[in-house]
């Protein structure tokens, strides 16, 4: 613990520096992950909450919309109003590809703004004075904005990628049906070493490609650490996503629960009962946001152990800076 003195003369005890790029044991990475977490708690739920709850509001919307007509398709399947050839073509159906697609969108937007406020965050911790105490949108703004460019890029070269990988799949299959096996494994290795892109190529000044030939590289060279690293923060986040989802759970089972017995039920029918489903699909939705920052700073902090470990980030830099002195 360190203890400073501010402008006006009052004390305040910091904990020590938790650096991005230092070689960690799996248990430090973890516990350094929650570590940051916990001491920087107010400026993420502040800003997450400030960017994110306003999509939430239109994302509920989408989602509980897609759950409603899936669970009416199902309802009329089952009560002989619909049958397998017609169904493709019902206003249900419809309505579920339409909401599935707004609700993909959605999460997609959710998802880069998220990654970009947390690794905006994170590298602001380490290079701000007083770190992240008393920090403003104003000092975050120029940083967000390039860390959002540059996830559209990442992303957009992911989607082509995914589609160059999907095509090869289908290539194999079509040439022998057991190469699906083949292709289910390569896929399995090669996804979790990706996972590394994104921090790389928002913390680093490296192209798009770049970013991902390093990811693979360094994730195979590391492939043990990433892979518990995610396996146990998923678990992580999903058991506390739980908390937020099962509410909104319980209410749509019980409305479809009744649904299917009585399509005129006056209480799930309800203005009341909707916008209480709607509610409870923003917390789910305004929830998940927050758990998942977790997984993403576990995996940045996987990214500093790699690229320190590998690549020994730090010294480099050091003597690249001495050069240019």
Same mark, same amino acid.
């Given at each position: $613990?360190?203890?400073?003195v501010?402008?006006?003369?009052?004390q305040?005890?910091q904990?020590?520096?938790? %650096?991005?790029y230092?070689v960690?044991k799996f !248990?430090?990475?973890?516990s350094?992950?929650?570590? *940051?977490?916990?001491?920087n708690?107010? %400026?993420l739920?502040?800003y997450?909450?400030?960017?994110?709850? %306003?999509?939430? =509001?239109?994302?509920?919307?989408?989602?509980?919309?897609?759950?409603?007509?899936?669970?009416?398709?199902?309802?009329? @399947?089952?009560g002989?109003k @619909?049958?397998?050839?017609?169904? *493709?073509?019902?206003?249900?159906?419809?309505? $579920?590809? !339409?909401?599935?697609?707004?609700?993909m969108?959605?999460?997609?937007?959710?998802?880069?703004?998220?990654?970009?406020? /947390?690794?905006?965050l994170?590298?602001?911790?380490e290079h701000r004075?007083?770190?992240l105490?008393d920090?403003t949108?104003?000092e975050?703004?120029s940083? +967000?904005?390039?860390?959002?460019?540059r996830?559209?890029?990442?992303? +957009?070269?992911?989607l082509?990628?995914?589609l160059?990988?999907f095509?090869? &799949?289908?290539l194999?299959?079509?040439?022998?049906?057991y190469? *699906? &096996?083949?292709?289910?494994?390569?896929?399995?290795?090669?996804?979790?070493?990706l996972s590394l892109a /994104? %921090?790389?190529?928002?913390f680093?000044?490296?192209?798009v =490609?770049?970013?991902?030939?390093?990811?693979?590289? @360094?994730?195979?060279k590391?492939f043990?650490?990433?892979?518990?690293?995610?396996? /146990?923060?998923?678990?992580?986040?999903?058991?506390?996503?739980?908390?937020?989802?099962?509410p909104?759970?319980?209410a $749509?089972?019980?409305k479809t !629960?009744?649904?299917?017995?009585?399509?005129d039920?006056? *209480?799930?029918?309800s203005?009341?009962?909707?916008?209480?489903?709607?509610? +409870?699909? &923003?917390?789910?939705?305004? !929830?998940?946001y927050l758990? #998942?920052?977790?997984?993403f700073?576990?995996?940045?902090y996987? #990214?500093g152990?790699?690229?320190?470990?590998?690549?020994?980030?730090?010294?480099e830099?050091d003597?690249?800076?001495?050069?240019t @002195?």
């Open positions: $613990m360190e203890i400073t501010d402008a006006e003369g009052r305040h005890i904990r020590p520096l938790i %650096p991005l230092k960690r !248990g430090e990475k973890i350094d992950t929650f570590a *940051f977490i916990g001491e708690i107010r %400026p739920f502040k997450i909450t400030y960017l994110l709850l %306003p999509l939430c =509001l239109f994302q509920a919307l989408a989602f509980n919309g897609l759950m409603s007509n899936y669970f009416s398709t199902i309802g009329n @399947l089952a002989g @619909l049958d397998n050839d017609n169904m *493709f073509f019902s206003d249900g159906m419809q309505g $579920m590809l !339409g909401n599935f697609i707004l609700t969108l959605f999460y997609t937007v959710g998802s880069l703004i998220l990654v970009s406020l /947390v690794y905006a994170m590298y602001l911790y004075e007083g770190r105490s920090i949108f104003s975050i703004r940083l +967000l904005t390039r860390n959002i460019k996830g559209v890029i990442l992303t +957009l070269v992911g082509v990628i995914a160059l990988f095509a090869w &799949v289908f194999m299959v079509m040439a022998s049906p190469m *699906f &096996v083949v292709a289910y494994i390569v896929g399995l290795l090669i996804i979790f070493p /994104v %921090p790389i190529y928002l680093e000044h490296v192209n =490609l770049e970013a991902y030939f390093k990811a693979i590289r @360094l994730g195979f590391t043990g650490g990433v892979l518990a690293v995610v396996i /146990v923060l998923s678990l992580i986040v999903g058991i506390l996503q739980m908390i937020t989802t099962l909104w759970e319980i $749509m089972i019980f !629960g009744l649904g299917l017995d009585s399509a039920n006056a *209480f799930t029918s203005v009341g009962y909707s916008f209480m489903t709607y509610i +409870l699909g &923003v917390i789910q939705c305004y !929830g998940a758990v #998942y920052a977790i997984l700073v576990g995996i940045a996987q #990214y152990h790699a690229s320190e470990k590998i690549d020994r980030f730090t010294v830099n003597i690249e800076h001495f050069e @002195l």
